[in-house]
């Protein structure tokens, strides 16, 4: 999920689909977790390394202001967790 590289447009759908995953989680409480594919951008964007962490770092601070449970979500950075 993206705030940065998608248009106006996509931004909306982005939001709904996150208030449906919240939803999800508080109706069935199971875990959510989301990757933030910072590697990709830098790949497919022509960003830095450093550039498309610092805007996974915002795109993962958008998604905490949405109010998912903090104890059942993982939210991870390719760069960060599986290396690169």
Excluded at 9 to 38: H, N, S, W
Excluded at 48 to 57: D, H, P
Excluded at 68 to 84: L, M, R
Aim: aromatic share 14%; proline share 1%; net charge negative.
């Amino acid at each position: 999920m993206s705030y940065h590289v998608y248009g106006f447009g996509r931004l909306c759908l982005l939001f709904i689909l996150e208030m449906v995953c919240r939803y999800l989680q508080e109706a069935f409480k199971v875990p959510l977790v989301i990757q933030l594919t910072d590697d990709e951008k830098s790949i497919w964007k022509n960003l830095s390394v450093e550039e498309s962490q610092r805007l996974a770092r915002e795109n993962a601070k958008d998604i905490i202001a949405c109010g998912f449970d903090v104890t059942k979500t993982f939210i991870f950075s390719d760069f960060d967790y599986v290396g690169g």
